[in-house]
């Protein structure tokens, strides 16, 4: 089971049909040939002898009837030809037979009714007692430009057949010589073919191990190289995408613990009885948004676990944008006030609606704000919010003058868990989850960014949104 379920013997086995299905053909197609080939020759030699024959009794036996010359005996002009001689009446009777035999049912042999009606014809039949193959050719005797009766050779086919046993052995020998030559090709061809691909499944079967620095080696230029270069990239991306979730898993853990060690300092030092109210107060206020702050980045996780598995469903309704736009203002104008930057909600009275979930789009604002009030110097920062309405629906852009992306990251940013290399880089997965939300509500996130000249990001939404 195992032999017929390998490739290689797929291969052989597919080989060897090919080769035996063509060697069939040929085979019969050659033979078929042959055959037709050797009778053409016995039927032209025959006919070569029919020919004298009836000249011959044209020009010195047609002053008596046909039947004076067979009982007169006159056998000098067919006695030349080696085969059968059978002389026969336009009435159907044989009137010589050179066996001594008189068959019946002779006129209505093909070659005889062609010869009846003036021309040469021939047939090929099996004698009904011996089983053995005949050819006869006839031909018509005449007198005076008149038909007087048939003239009919008869020859055995045993040496065709004989010969043409020969032939097919021989092909059979030399056929099956080719199918086993041809195994044995197939089979050194086939591991040709196997050996890189059981080298690639031995390479796939480590990877599976959890094993990525393992290299498929490259054999020859083909697909199966191509595909050894596809499985060594896999193997790149994989290290690249563990390397970036163990910084994330590592990110987070600090992210965590931060507001965790804050929280837990200050419940010990407010367990302490002399604690005045004021310090009290301090306290409790700092855990009440150390807490926010830890409650808003477990609701980010968990935001993310569903997005990988697609278990988001969007909640879609009218969004009057003016109150989205003032509830932005509201939300991050006490923060850019506190770090003297400038913030910039261009509005107007009636900026229409959209189809769109308000909460997710709130939270991808508030992202996209988040990394732009992070990235700008403070007393310098210039961030603005603005929408803009086309054809194809309407696109709200988030810009600011910050340190800008490079060209390396900006190509990455996207990705989930990626995290750029500056110190207010996050966690990696807001721009990921901020790209997820576009793309459900049929969108996308588009990031134009230059190092030091700041960055453009486009929440671009079709008019179905």
């Given at each position: 089971?195992?032999?017929?379920?390998?490739?290689?013997?797929?291969l052989a086995i597919?080989y060897?049909?090919?080769?035996?299905?063509?060697?069939?053909?040929?085979?019969?197609?050659?033979?078929?040939?042959?055959?037709?080939y050797?009778?053409s020759?016995?039927r032209?030699?025959?006919?070569?002898?029919?020919?004298?024959?009836?000249?011959?009794?044209s020009?010195?036996?047609?002053d008596?009837?046909?039947?004076?010359?067979?009982?007169?005996?006159?056998?000098?002009f067919?006695?030349q030809?080696?085969?059968?001689?059978q002389?026969?009446?336009?009435e159907?009777?044989?009137l010589?037979?050179s066996?001594?035999?008189r068959?019946?049912g002779?006129?209505?042999?093909?070659?005889?009714?062609?010869a009846?009606?003036?021309s040469?014809?021939?047939?090929?039949?099996?004698h009904?007692v011996t089983?053995?193959?005949?050819m006869?050719?006839?031909?018509?005797?005449y007198?005076?430009?008149e038909?007087?009766g048939i003239?009919?050779?008869?020859?055995?086919?045993?040496?065709?057949e004989?010969s043409?046993s020969?032939?097919?052995?021989?092909?059979v020998?030399f056929?099956?010589?080719v199918i086993?030559?041809s195994t044995f090709i197939s089979?050194?061809?086939?591991?040709?073919?196997?050996?890189?691909?059981e080298k690639?499944?031995?390479?796939?079967?480590i990877?599976?191990?959890?094993n990525?620095?393992?290299?498929?080696?490259?054999?020859?230029?083909d697909?199966?190289?191509?595909?050894?270069?596809?499985?060594?990239?896999?193997?790149?991306?994989i290290?690249?995408?563990?390397e970036?979730?163990?910084?994330?898993i590592s990110?987070?853990?600090?992210?965590?613990?931060?507001?965790l060690?804050?929280?837990?300092?200050?419940?010990?030092?407010?367990k302490?009885?002399?604690t005045?109210?004021?310090?009290?107060?301090?306290?409790?206020?700092?855990?009440s948004?150390?807490s926010?702050?830890?409650?808003?980045?477990?609701d980010?996780l968990l935001?993310?676990s569903?997005?990988?598995?697609?278990?988001i469903?969007?909640?879609?309704e009218?969004?009057?944008?003016?109150?989205?736009?003032?509830?932005?203002?509201?939300?991050?104008?006490?923060?850019?006030?506190?770090?003297?930057?400038?913030l910039?909600?261009e509005?107007?009275?009636?900026?229409?609606?959209?189809?769109a979930?308000?909460?997710r789009?709130?939270q991808?604002f508030i992202?996209?704000l988040?990394?732009s009030?992070?990235?700008?110097k403070?007393?310098?920062?210039?961030?603005?919010v603005?929408?803009?309405r086309?054809?194809?629906?309407v696109?709200?852009?988030?810009?600011?003058?910050?340190?800008?992306?490079?060209?390396?990251?900006?190509?990455?940013?996207?990705?989930?868990?990626?995290?750029?290399?500056?110190?207010?880089?996050?966690?990696?997965?807001?721009?990921s989850i901020?790209?997820e939300?576009?793309?459900?509500?049929?969108?996308?996130?588009?990031?134009?960014s230059?190092v030091?000249?700041?960055t453009?990001?486009?929440?671009?939404l079709?008019?179905g949104?």
């Amino acid at each position: 089971m195992r032999f017929r379920n390998s490739l290689k013997s797929r291969l052989a086995i597919s080989y060897l049909i090919i080769i035996i299905v063509t060697l069939v053909i040929t085979d019969i197609a050659l033979a078929s040939v042959l055959r037709s080939y050797f009778n053409s020759n016995v039927r032209d030699t025959l006919y070569n002898q029919l020919s004298v024959a009836t000249d011959t009794y044209s020009r010195y036996y047609a002053d008596d009837t046909l039947e004076q010359n067979v009982a007169n005996d006159e056998d000098a002009f067919w006695r030349q030809s080696s085969a059968m001689v059978q002389i026969i009446s336009l009435e159907g009777n044989v009137l010589l037979d050179s066996t001594g035999n008189r068959p019946e049912g002779v006129l209505e042999a093909d070659d005889v009714q062609l010869a009846l009606s003036g021309s040469s014809g021939s047939t090929i039949y099996t004698h009904a007692v011996t089983g053995e193959k005949l050819m006869a050719v006839s031909k018509p005797l005449y007198s005076n430009n008149e038909i007087v009766g048939i003239l009919r050779f008869i020859t055995s086919l045993r040496g065709v057949e004989s010969s043409m046993s020969v032939i097919i052995m021989n092909f059979v020998i030399f056929g099956v010589a080719v199918i086993i030559i041809s195994t044995f090709i197939s089979n050194i061809l086939g591991m040709r073919f196997i050996r890189p691909i059981e080298k690639l499944t031995k390479t796939a079967e480590i990877m599976a191990t959890g094993n990525y620095n393992v290299v498929s080696v490259k054999m020859h230029e083909d697909e199966i190289g191509k595909l050894s270069d596809t499985l060594n990239h896999m193997a790149s991306e994989i290290k690249k995408k563990e390397e970036l979730k163990n910084d994330f898993i590592s990110s987070v853990s600090h992210e965590l613990r931060t507001p965790l060690t804050s929280i837990k300092g200050w419940a010990v030092t407010l367990k302490d009885p002399s604690t005045d109210y004021a310090l009290l107060e301090q306290g409790l206020d700092i855990i009440s948004n150390e807490s926010d702050r830890l409650k808003s980045m477990v609701d980010e996780l968990l935001d993310f676990s569903k997005f990988v598995s697609g278990k988001i469903a969007l909640e879609k309704e009218d969004i009057d944008v003016r109150a989205l736009f003032d509830f932005l203002q509201h939300h991050m104008e006490n923060r850019a006030n506190r770090e003297k930057k400038k913030l910039i909600i261009e509005k107007e009275e009636d900026m229409g609606t959209i189809y769109a979930d308000i909460n997710r789009l709130k939270q991808v604002f508030i992202n996209l704000l988040d990394n732009s009030f992070k990235f700008t110097k403070e007393g310098e920062g210039e961030i603005s919010v603005r929408m803009n309405r086309h054809r194809g629906g309407v696109d709200f852009i988030v810009e600011d003058n910050g340190t800008g992306i490079s060209q390396t990251d900006i190509k990455n940013v996207k990705e989930k868990f990626y995290k750029g290399k500056t110190s207010s880089s996050s966690n990696g997965i807001g721009l990921s989850i901020c790209d997820e939300i576009a793309l459900l509500h049929g969108g996308e996130l588009i990031i134009e960014s230059e190092v030091d000249e700041g960055t453009k990001i486009t929440l671009r939404l079709s008019q179905g949104a």
